[in-house]
Nanobody, 115 residues
Framework: QVHLVESGGGLVQAGGSLRLSCAAS????????MGWYRQAPGKQRELVAT???????DYADSMKGRFTISRDHAKNTVYLQMNSLKPEDTAVYYC?????????WGQGTQVTVSS
């Protein structure tokens, strides 16, 4: 079992920045993939960014150049630095942990970007 706790969401003006954190605890295995997804009202959950245990990253096209994902292995924590935020970035952001067939989600953190 893996437990994920997100933090760092909030209200920010367009053009501003936020940094999300996700702390993982429990049965953490190496060679995992952690990432961030988001879900806006009335829309499906979508990929934001992922990072492997080796540090390889992947981003949704609309986030490239604005968002940066990183991780601290010692703390079992993954971060999402979000810059140049837009109102369309408003969503609940979810942390995800994948290892083999195991797939865990955090409870989500709200990010609201005002225009």
């Amino acid at each position: 079992q893996v437990h994920l706790v997100e933090s760092g969401g909030g209200l920010v003006q367009a053009g501003g920045s936020l940094r999300l954190s996700c702390a993982a605890s429990g049965s953490i295995f190496s060679s995992n993939v952690m990432g961030w997804y988001r879900q806006a009202p009335g829309k499906q959950r979508e990929l934001v960014a992922t990072i492997t245990s080796g540090g390889s990253t992947d981003y949704a096209d609309s986030m490239k150049g604005r968002f940066t994902i990183s991780r601290d292995h010692a703390k079992n924590t993954v971060y999402l630095q979000m810059n140049s935020l837009k109102p369309e970035d408003t969503a609940v952001y979810y942390c995800n942990y994948r290892w083999g067939l195991y797939n865990y989600w955090g409870q989500g953190t709200q990010v609201t970007v005002s225009s």
